[in-house]
């Protein structure tokens, strides 16, 4: 049984469109980063302690399921801009994300029986300048209000993204290839991860 420790509807339609079957079970954790915390430690920190903290929920279980979790942030200049709290935190972080590039950064966490792996994607994603007018259109709308970065790139504000370098699932919450992978991973024989990490 695979477990999505998330509560996040674009990451179901990910693992659907994929063709995994799952259930939904979202992880509580203190979500405060660390003092100095770099935000690709942070994304994989949260992803891991998201997936342990379900799987332990599970663990006695005659057959402990597999947990999936993620974190994902957007990041500009080395600051981490998260969901928005208001509507005007979300035209702040629009108006600097505005002609800019920038980098998406998700946390991906498995947990099986067996072992706990972890990775980070990182996507970048560049806006084209966007006035004042059409900021305050779009924050008016609602899209931003519940998303990191204060955008949905699968949304209204494709209109502004000329260019993406990396995986576009990523931006959107889950990267797809990257969880497959850390999927098999997790539950490969323990000689079988000895070998390949040998090989490595």
Not at 133 to 139: D, M
């Amino acid at each position: 049984m695979l477990i999505l420790a998330s509560a996040s509807p674009r990451r179901r339609e990910l693992l659907t469109q994929a063709g995994l079957d799952y259930i939904v079970e979202p992880a509580d954790i203190d979500e405060t980063p660390l003092p100095n915390e770099a935000a690709a430690a942070y994304v994989q920190r949260l992803a891991i302690e998201k997936a342990q903290a379900v799987y332990k929920l599970h663990a006695s279980n005659l057959e402990p399921p597999l947990v999936l979790a993620a974190d994902t942030c957007v990041v500009l200049d080395d600051r981490v801009l998260g969901k928005p709290t208001s509507g005007a935190d979300a035209v702040r972080m629009l108006t600097m994300l505005s002609g800019r590039t920038h980098a998406v950064m998700t946390g991906v966490a498995a947990v099986s029986a067996l072992r706990t792996v972890a990775d980070v994607e990182i996507t970048q994603v560049t806006f084209n300048l966007m006035t004042e007018a059409e900021i305050r259109e779009y924050v008016d709308g609602g899209e931003p209000l519940d998303k990191a970065g204060a955008y949905a790139i699968q949304g209204y504000a494709a209109r502004w993204i000329p260019r993406i370098e990396g995986d576009y699932g990523n931006v959107v919450g889950l990267p797809i290839a990257r969880v497959v992978r850390l999927l098999a991973e997790v539950l490969a024989p323990v000689e079988t991860k000895v070998a390949t990490d040998l090989i490595a």
